[in-house]
């Protein structure tokens, strides 16, 4: 358990109880891909990783930070704004979001986690939202403001760290709950909880992810430019993703510009035919099938797939049990999911996992995940 970790490795480090415990997941979108900072909608889970963050105050100016899965200790000024491009910037970052850029409080923090770093599920989402978390309490608050600690991590992720993503890993992280899938309209920051019953497969195909940084920059400017193309016709249209297929054909634009466009609006409009099949407690098949969907426009449309992915879900397909599949979080390497019967998805695992060495000469990792809960205290 991350929650006992951290509590020990707080009391190793520092001599004293801490004040706080907070936790919070790492999460798999099951639809809804580079849609958030279109302004669409998106349908995380919570997974059952998580990471618990031990917190307390401590006297003078230098904040601490501890890691178990590093050494040394990260040390910052609480509530200052420069990065250090150490591993704390992620506390650091919050704690100067959450204190709204006033001079914060000094702490001390450990840090336990299962969330792998570098697969896509989120570990940096969910070690600022369980940062937020803890250092709400540690103010004095009994009950979580769980939007103000997703508000306050995407914050820390994009103005500290300086990572240019949407909204959907620090909500999903703050917000998702057990048994239920968070359905969210990014441009209204709206969220409703969905049931989810399905067992999801999360497959690491361990590919570096040197490419991704640049490569979502790129999306993001040409979402820019198509939402630019389509408003000189209709001015009404805010959001890329709430544009219609119609106006993405007629509004002139580049081949490329158009086919980033369409997997946008096409993508929003799955995330709403997934939420209806969920909420009429339709069968996985279904599911299974816009998954695939998905996958055809992000791989053929948003070209963001690697042969990696593309193979898992080619064999996804023909895997008896398995229903369907999808890369998910950014893509250009990461995790891909699968949706079916839990003895199919086990099977499906273990016999990709051994043809995936033989095919690419690294070792995947998986998991498999029901939708669990978003941060809480401890
Ligand atoms: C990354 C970002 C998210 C989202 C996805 C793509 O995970 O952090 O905000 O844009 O990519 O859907």
Redesign the pocket.
């Known amino acids: 358990m991350t929650v006992d970790r951290a509590h020990d490795l707080f009391r190793r480090t520092y001599g004293i109880e801490p004040t706080v415990i907070a936790s919070a997941p790492g999460r798999v979108?099951v639809i809804?891909?580079?849609?958030?900072?279109n302004g669409g909608d998106?349908l995380p889970i919570a997974l059952q990783l998580r990471t618990t963050v031990a917190l307390g105050p401590c006297a003078g100016r230098e904040s601490r930070a501890v890691s178990e899965q590093t050494s040394g200790v990260g040390c910052f000024q609480a509530g200052a704004s420069d990065r250090s491009g150490g591993w704390w910037d992620y506390l650091a970052g919050t704690v100067w979001a959450v204190h709204d850029e006033r001079d914060a409080q000094c702490v001390q923090l450990a840090v336990a986690s299962d969330v792998p770093v570098g697969a896509?599920l989120?570990s940096s989402?969910a070690v600022e939202v369980a940062t937020a978390t803890a250092l709400q309490a540690l103010n004095g608050a009994t009950e979580p403001d769980l939007l103000q600690a997703a508000r306050a991590a995407h914050k820390a992720?994009t103005q500290f760290v300086g990572?240019p993503?949407?909204?959907?890993?620090q909500f999903a992280s703050a917000l998702c709950r057990q048994d239920q899938a968070l359905w969210l309209a990014c441009d209204r920051e709206e969220a409703q909880l969905v049931p989810f019953a399905p067992l999801v497969l999360v497959f690491d195909t361990v590919v570096p992810r040197e490419l991704r940084k640049s490569a979502?920059s790129t999306r993001r400017a040409e979402c820019e430019e198509a939402l630019a193309a389509i408003r000189r016709s209709a001015p009404h249209v805010t959001a890329l993703a709430r544009a219609s297929a119609e106006a993405v054909e007629l509004a002139e634009m580049s081949p490329t510009v158009r086919r980033r466009a369409r997997h946008v609006v096409s993508e929003t409009l799955r995330v709403g035919r997934l939420v209806q099949l969920l909420q009429e407690r339709n069968a996985s098949t279904a599911i299974g099938a816009l998954l695939l969907a998905s996958h055809a426009s992000l791989r053929d449309d948003y070209e963001c797939s690697t042969p990696e992915l593309d193979w898992f879900v080619e064999q996804a397909q023909v895997a008896p049990g398995v229903h369907g599949a999808r890369l998910t979080?950014?893509?250009w390497g990461g995790c891909a999911i699968a949706v079916g019967s839990a003895d199919g998805l086990r099977a499906f695992a273990e016999r990709a996992s051994a043809e995936f060495v033989a095919r690419f000469g690294r070792t995947p990792r998986w998991w498999m995940s029901s939708a669990a809960d978003g941060a809480r205290l401890h």
């Open positions: 979108n809804g891909e580079h849609t958030d900072y998106v896509g989120s989402a992720e990572v993503c949407g909204i959907m890993d979502y979080g950014a893509g």
